[in-house]
């Protein structure tokens, strides 16, 4: 047995964070001295060490506690779990980093927008009468007025159809998927970090500036991009980009 | 109104000037290509397509240098647009097809740039090829003259990026806030008689505005019922504001 001092030597971690562990319930002193000592076994050591490598790596305290407690099958599944999230973060900071290497004070309009969890979005085909983007503010507007979405906007995509032609299609956020119309398809869309720039719908110099600032950033697009639309910004719409999604 | 920033009253590009050595054959080239329609709004030969600005052909034995494209035509479809043009009697470069934003190039008979971009979000016009809207203007003093629009025209930068031209792999351009102006930088521009003219709905103010910024600002015509001014940027080149 050890004392917390010798314990502390040979785990690495200082005793004020032992002390710490074990108000947290995270390492418990295997029993208590006669005088009140904390004493620890050796088996202890590598447990303490896997605590706080966790902790260090970012897991949340009470992940930890179900790990340690968890049988093999559960250990293996969180695992995972944090593996993911540790590369979520890792593309979010390499796309953060690439926004800020390219960013300059003349960067205009080029933003990033994270969805932080995934998202549902119903696609409708639309059959196209005159206006695109007044279509799609009258079809936005009577379902929100409707409570039928759950986000006041809609999404726009161009997809090829089989004979060639393209289809263009409005996502809708639904509050019940089970009022869709049957013919909707359904997206889950993961947690995604998009490169967004706004743009008018009348814009006389097609997608030149987006291309343009896609290559100066470094942005590797992971998706096909989508716009947003909200009915109250008649003139302009949201062009977004996925660059960065966590892996599966 | 005492705390609104007085700004010109410029709606639109009106028309677009190019210096070509055949007018007619010019003329009678874009109508068979890009069923452009001969107008009669003035002296000189003037197409247009069913929406935006008019093309103005100026004979001239000396031609303008582009370093890009002056003007886009606008079309429903670019890809469909480039399959159709008769690549024998047209250079034209390869379309570039992002998500279903189009564009190419071409060149008219006397080697001037223009471009071709379509989005699927566009409305669909009758006639592919249906509108002319912005212009774009190579500057050899970009930084100097970019200052100057932005200074006259109370407007800032919309978007700041690059493209490559001849001159440059990554010449910086500008499109201007409000106005349908887009600024590149082009040493190697060459711009002579008129460049443009823009479509305004209050020339008197606008003119007397232009006087006020030190714009060197030519008088008020009438010609053919149409009210119209010149008046010159730091390069030397002129821009006219119309009234219909």
Known sequence: MMTISQFSEMTGLRPKLLRYYEETGLILPAERSSN??????????????????????????TAIREFLEASEE???QLLEEWRSMAEAKLLSVQVANQF???????????????WESQKTIVWLTLEMEGNLHST????????????????????????????????TEVGLCYEDLEIIPEDAEIQIIPQTLFATMVFKWTMPYSCKPLISMINRFGFQQVGEPFRKVIPSMEEYYTLMIPVATPKI | MENQV???????????????????????????????????????????LDEGASVSLIESAVLNH????????????AMKAYDKLDKSDIDASEPVNWHHYVDFNFKDPDGNPIGVISDSAWAPNPNNYFRIDGIFLGSVDFESTLAWFQEVFETDIEYDFTVETPSSPDARMCCLRDYP????ESPKS???????????????????????????????????GIRTLSFFDPEGREFGLVEE
């Open chain 2, 6 to 48: 007085q700004k010109l009253n410029v709606k639109s590009l009106h028309t677009f000037y190019l210096p070509v050595k055949n007018a007619r054959k010019s003329a009678d080239w874009f109508k068979h290509h890009f069923n452009a329609k001969e107008t009669e709004a003035s002296d000189n030969i003037t197409l247009r």
């Open chain 1, 74 to 76: 559960r250990k293996k």
């Open chain 2, 190 to 224: 060459f711009i002579q008689g008129k460049c443009c003219d823009f479509l305004t709905n209050n020339l008197f103010a606008d003119y007397h505005y232009l006087i006020g910024k030190g714009v060197h600002v030519g008088d008020i015509l009438e010609i053919n």
């Open chain 2, 66 to 77: 582009y370093e890009s494209n002056p003007i886009h035509f606008k079309c429903n479809n």
């Open chain 1, 36 to 61: 009140g000592y904390r004493l620890y076994n050796e088996s202890q050591v590598e447990v303490a060490q896997l605590v706080n490598s966790l902790r260090q790596a970012g897991v949340s305290m």
């Open chain 1, 136 to 167: 799609i503010n009258s079809i936005t507007k009577s379902l929100v007025a409707a409570k039928k979405v759950t986000e006041k906007c809609a999404y726009i995509r161009f997809t090829q159809s089989e004979n060639g032609r393209v289809k």
């Open chain 2, 181 to 184: 102006i887009t600024l590149f």
């Open chain 1, 100 to 114: 800020l290497q390219g960013f300059d004070i003349q960067t205009k309009r080029m933003h990033l927008v994270h």
